[in-house]
């Protein structure tokens, strides 16, 4: 039995999924030596190992994710239900726990869309010992493991779920503190009660998935809120996460603070591709995003330490040549050794992050007096340069508006910021429940300036002034704001989980 049970298990632990499910179908197990307190049946244990091969490959394949033409059903309901049906008949095969329900319980609220919650309340018991037993336990042990393995799959759907829903229209603005919170409690929960010998590359891969998730998401989230340090140590964190687990199954170096501190080296070239890794090569453009939006939305604290002129595009000097179709930028070379973010070739597209050259090229074609990306402090103190080594007040009036980027003046004529702070506060409401593609409008007839805005976070926004007249519905205007604030809100990116695994319908 175990002859087989070990190769298995490292077939699956490296993602070889084929592989995996022929040593199931092409061998013969001899009959264990069992005690008769848990009569094991061989043919049912190899049925539920070869639905969780199966399961898998839909997971790392994120297929599941595009198999539902409703985004208001539970998390990939599907590979949900898989799981589900796997659970139960694992516990069939060991009588203490087979008749026992699984708790539902919702751990990451997701309003009506996801109206399914995780069976996370069910803890596997210790294992039923006896003297003299070993192979009972090993046995026993091994598929109770199995099923918190399982409930911890379950746990992350919901994650992916929950950015499947943030890059399916109408895209609002969303925050991530409920994620952030799941991911906090699945270590205790469920990984630090994986053991089994069999089961530890599996754990060390779905710990470095977790891992590498909590980091990019505290990363999000210290990026919306201009905590500088946090956001690059997070960065960095996420990436040594990704290289290592990619280590565990081909050895390469791996990047430590210490080795370099530019935020070039955190590209998704840096860390390197994983083709039958589809959650890795996700991540790693998640990663790739984050690192392009800090670059926008901590501006001056790069500026002053001089790590732009190594990742992005001089505003002052756009190369207009790369202009992509959506208007945005991309950035460096087109290889993973650029010296820069460099183009995401992960799932053979480009991924536009060059957000300084972008907004020049905007301005430079559209005749835009301003174009400034907004903090509201929002009683929290804040520093241009990131930080500050004396604590500080709040910023009161118009200073608790800051640029935190700003083309092509530097610092933005605080003239038009008594009426752009008052647009927004009359449109909060609007500006952070429109959709991607809205944008509100506003035209001063004193100042002779039309304004743009739209929200790309919670606590940030944009604006784009022109010093004449301009159409509500103007098209070039709106078409950028909308891309940008796609970008930056993580909808790209995050439809991509949508998108995977559907083919391009042939022209007629």
């Known amino acids: 039995m175990k002859e087989i049970l070990t190769p298995f298990f490292a077939a699956l632990s490296s993602l070889s999924f084929a592989q995996a499910g022929q040593i199931l179908t092409s061998r013969t197990p001899s009959p264990p030596t069992l005690s008769i307190h848990i009569p094991l049946s061989i043919p049912k244990l190899f049925a539920c190992l070869n639905l969780l091969c199966v399961a898998e490959t839909s997971y790392h394949r994120r297929t599941h994710l595009s198999s539902s033409k409703s985004t208001s059903v539970a998390p990939s309901s599907t590979l949900f239900s898989s799981y589900t049906t796997l659970i139960n008949e694992l516990k069939q095969l060991i009588p203490s726990l087979d008749g026992k329900s699984t708790v539902v319980s919702t751990s990451l609220p997701l309003g009506r869309r996801s109206s399914m919650g995780l069976p996370h309340k069910y803890q596997a018991s210790p294992p039923n010992t006896h003297d003299d037993d070993e192979e009972t336990v090993y046995y026993e042990t091994l598929v109770q493991q199995l099923i918190l393995f399982v409930q911890l799959r379950m746990e ?22 409920k994620v952030l919170a799941a991911l906090d409690t699945l270590a205790k929960k469920f990984i630090e009660k994986i053991s089994h010998t069999l089961l530890q590359q599996m754990k060390v891969n ?94 001056y604290p790069l500026k002053e330490r001089n790590f732009l002129s190594a990742v992005v595009s001089p505003p002052s000097t756009p190369n207009y040549s790369q202009t992509s179709s959506s208007g945005l930028l991309n950035i460096g070379g087109s290889g993973s050794d650029s010296g820069s ?7 053979g597209r ?54 935190i980027f700003s083309f092509p003046k530097e610092p933005p004529i605080l003239e038009h910021w008594p009426t752009l702070i008052s647009l927004v506060m ?20 004193k100042l002779d300036t039309s304004y743009f805005i739209n929200r790309s976070d919670p606590d940030v926004f944009m ?39 559907k083919k391009k319908k042939k022209k007629k």
């Open 156 to 177: 992350l759907l919901s994650v992916y779920h929950f950015f499947v829903l943030i890059g399916t229209p109408p895209s609002k603005i969303s925050t991530y503190d």
């Open 206 to 299: 779905i710990s470095s998935e977790v891992n590498a998730l909590h980091s990019l998401v505290s990363a999000q989230i210290s990026i919306s809120r201009q905590h500088f340090k946090d956001s690059v140590l997070l960065l960095f964190s996420a990436s040594n996460t990704l290289k290592q687990w990619k280590s565990t199954h081909t050895p390469s170096q791996v990047l430590s603070p210490s080795s370099s501190q530019s935020l070039s080296n955190l590209s998704s070239g840096s860390i390197g591709l994983w083709p039958e890794n589809g959650v890795y090569q996700f991540l790693g453009i998640f990663l790739s995003a984050l690192i392009a939006k800090s670059a926008l939305y901590f501006y």
């Open 341 to 347: 973010f460099g183009v995401f070739h992960s799932l």
């Open 350 to 403: 480009n991924i536009e992050t060059d957000y300084i050259a972008a907004i020049a090229l905007f301005v430079h074609k559209s005749g835009a007096s301003n174009f400034s990306v907004v903090f509201e402090c929002k009683g929290s103190p804040f520093s241009k340069l990131g930080y500050s080594c004396i604590s500080s007040d709040p910023p009161t009036g118009i200073n608790s508006f800051p640029a």
């Open 426 to 445: 009359q449109n909060d409401e609007e500006l952070s429940t429109q959709p991607v593609s809205e944008c509100v409008y506003f035209y001063d007839t």
């Open 463 to 501: 604006v784009a002034i022109f010093k004449e007249k301009k159409k509500s519905a103007d098209g070039q205007i709106r078409d950028f704001m909308s891309s940008i604030s796609r970008a930056l809100r993580n909808v790209d990116i995050f439809s991509l989980l949508k998108n995977k695994g």
